[in-house]
């Protein structure tokens, strides 16, 4: 074959095969797209994001496009012959990485000093024109190339003779991939740069795609902005995610009602009856960890045993905004007065707790009442509906001498007796922050009443009275009487009793009872409110409660009482209440309702909520007994004209002199 004709020549050790100008180029074309579509496959293989793509759509890896055939030949793109058409005599023609140099013939040029090469062997002279040790002839592989180089398409603008080949890039062809080495391709694409290189470094390609830690050494590269969060999570202050990320961790159904209720940034959390286990208020008190907008929780009736009331009795030691816990009708037990004192110690933010209707005793009020003497910020304490005795009512005694901030106590439906009574009377002597003290339902009894009674005339703070179903009779009736109005006998003796409210329901007073409590609180000039419901009376001792009524602005509930009566009892008692209430804070009552009021209607729950702020005015049992006075229908719902104070028109009626009443017989 000529050489002025355009030929490349391909030395190696033992054999030189010429090979034309077009179709080194088709095969350097071809190699070059090998290696970019493996270049490309790993890097999509290696995405993440691509390979969730696969995974969801279950195609595999990507296919490109068959080539289009036309006239038994592929399109141009597509791949040359295979070099396995030539036939050569010698087979380690391209065992071994051949040194290849491509010269323009046409032009007589050199070859030239750009050409890429595939191992770090010397190089080439420009002045020596490669030569084959062997004259083998390769006739049928030229033949067939220049069959397709015949073809107009392979040219792009350029005749054969005029395309020099020395600029295009050089890659190995297709054919000997399986047989070269691949070191110069993680060269190439381990520097930006031939000359240069990266310095060593211990993080993988795979660790690139998966993302490195923003503050570490490796975290270098062009692609920062792929891994940017342009949505980043907004910190949730409802903690409803945090309870669907409990929930999905811990394998417990998540509840849509709670996650309606944080959601709705209510400052009330109220939730009953939902039998919660201790995983629910596990992921429940999670949630309320985060939650800024919950002030009153209230999960009574929901059977939270001992391990569940910790899980919320923990969330409630690094809580701040819970002021009101109500743990009541659950099946707390030996353990929970244990973990609620526990907390009390640490708590500032908590001022009513309610932990009534369940089974603790006198172990567990022992520690309640060791953590109360150092407590400072509770208000309210309801431990109604327990199985404390007298042992748990002395313990409460002893905490109200030292405790200074405590002003309502439930102690009703337990198992207080005359000795608890004479303990809670010890007290009165020296507390001076208690206002109100409920308990009804015990067994003080005669002398219960006449103990607990007669420290009454040097408390001045004390406003409310519950002593219903006690087994009060007629002696226990006259002490507490003339303990509140400081008339004993014929003498009347100065008291600095503030007892505005007495409940006295369903005990035995018979009608000498009635009588002395009759006779002794038309004295008192604080005294509004007496309730004698469920006591048998005759209709002469009903005859002269209604004059009593008429004569002075006192409230009475009693037996026998009809509808009409009733009401307006019951407004006028809630009347005056309120505006005692707003007296202690120096408001003024028409400002005040026209505030809460809407449309001439105000809801029980605004006029709550209001009374309720007055801290300092008002405390828990005295606000429910106001509300319930207000409220005789149980609407919901009161008119403003009706909070007026009622006053009777009625004509006066001669008052009875101080000792005519004493030498009244019954």
């Known amino acids: 074959m000529d050489c002025s004709s355009s030929k490349a020549r391909i030395r190696s050790d ?26 490309r496959q790993l890097l999509m293989e290696s995405n993440i994001k691509y390979r969730r793509y696969l995974k ?6 990507g296919r490109r496009k068959k080539p289009t055939v036309h006239d038994d030949r592929c399109a141009m793109h597509s791949a040359p012959p295979a070099i396995h058409h030539v036939k050569l005599r010698d087979s380690s023609l391209f065992q071994n990485t051949p040194r290849i140099v491509i010269i323009n013939a046409s032009q007589g040029s050199e070859p030239s000093s750009n050409t890429d090469r595939t191992d770090s062997g010397p190089k080439v002279s420009r002045s020596r024109e490669i030569t084959a040790r062997s004259a083998v002839q390769t006739q049928d592989f030229s033949d067939t190339v220049e069959e397709e180089l015949a073809k107009p398409e392979f040219y792009d603008n350029e005749s054969p003779t005029n395309v020099n080949l020395a600029k295009q890039p050089f890659v190995t062809p297709r054919s000997t991939v399986s047989s070269m080495n691949w070191a110069w391709v993680h060269e190439r694409l381990a520097s930006r740069e031939s000359n240069t290189t990266r310095p060593e470094t211990s993080m993988t390609f795979r660790d690139f795609l998966d993302g490195l830690d923003p503050q570490s050494d490796e975290y ?27 929930c999905c961790q811990r394998s417990v159904p998540t509840s849509q009602k709670i996650v309606e209720k944080l959601s709705d940034k209510n400052f009330q959390f109220l939730l009953h009856h939902r039998s919660l286990s201790s995983k629910d208020t596990l992921a429940l008190s999670a949630a309320l960890l985060h939650n800024t907008f919950v002030e009153q929780l209230d999960l009574s009736g929901n059977s939270i045993n001992d391990d569940g009331a910790k899980h919320v009795i923990d969330m409630l030691k690094k809580n701040s905004n819970i002021c009101r816990l109500n743990l009541g009708s659950n099946q707390l037990k030996n353990d929970s007065g244990y973990y609620i004192s526990s907390m009390l110690c640490t708590n500032t933010s908590l001022t009513h707790i309610c932990i009534s209707h369940n089974t603790l005793a006198d172990k567990e009020a022992l520690h309640l009442c060791e953590a109360l003497k150092l407590n400072s910020t509770l208000q309210s304490l309801d431990v109604s509906h327990n199985q404390f005795t007298d042992s748990a009512g002395q313990a409460f005694a002893a905490m109200l001498m030292d405790n200074s901030s405590l002003t309502s106590l439930n102690l009703s439906w337990n198992m207080l007796g005359k000795i608890a009574a004479a303990a809670l009377g010890q007290c009165f002597k020296v507390n001076s922050t208690l206002q109100s003290l409920d308990l009804s339902w015990n067994g003080l009894g005669d002398e219960g009443a006449a103990l607990l009674g007669r420290p009454l005339r040097h408390n001045s703070n004390l406003r409310h009275l519950s002593l219903a179903v006690n087994h009060i009779g007629p002696f226990g009736a006259e002490r507490l009487a003339s303990s509140i109005c400081g008339i004993k006998g014929k003498k009347i003796k100065k008291t600095a009793s503030g007892l505005t409210t007495l409940v006295l329901d369903r005990n035995p007073l018979g009608r000498k009872g009635v009588m002395y409590l009759l006779k002794h609180l038309q004295q008192s000039d604080v005294f509004t409110e007496l309730s004698i419901k469920e006591v048998v009376l005759s209709p002469d001792l009903i005859e002269m409660l209604r004059q009593m009524i008429k004569s002075r602005p006192i409230c009475v509930f009693y037996e026998g009482q009809n509808e009409q009566e ?14 005692r209430v707003l007296a202690r804070g120096k408001i003024i009552s028409a400002q005040f ?24 005015c008002s405390n828990e049992i005295e606000t429910e007994r106001l509300i319930s006075n207000l409220d005789p229908d149980r609407d919901n719902f009161i008119l403003h004209k009706e909070v007026v104070p009622v006053v009777y028109k009625t004509p006066p009626v001669k008052n009875v002199s101080r000792r005519r009443i004493s030498r009244v017989k019954f």
């Not at 054999?15 to 270049?39: E, F, G, W």
């Not at 009733?566 to 505006?579: I, Q, W």
């Not at 449309?599 to 309720?612: G, H, Q, S, Y």
């Open 14 to 39: 033992e054999t030189d095969v010429p090979i034309s100008d077009r179709a080194m180029l088709v095969l350097s074309r071809a190699a070059k797209r090998s290696v970019q579509k493996q270049q």
């Open 56 to 61: 969801s759509s279950g195609d595999g890896v």
């Open 220 to 246: 270098d590269t062009d692609l920062e902005d792929d891994f940017v969060n342009y949505h980043p999570e907004v910190a949730d202050l409802t903690g409803a995610t945090h309870y669907k990320k409990i």
């Open 566 to 579: 009733r009401k307006k009892c019951s407004l006028y008692g809630g009347s005056v209440h309120l505006h």
């Open 593 to 616: 309702l026209k505030a809460i009021a809407t449309a001439e209607k105000i809801k029980i729950e605004d006029l709550r909520n209001a009374v309720r702020n007055l801290k300092k």
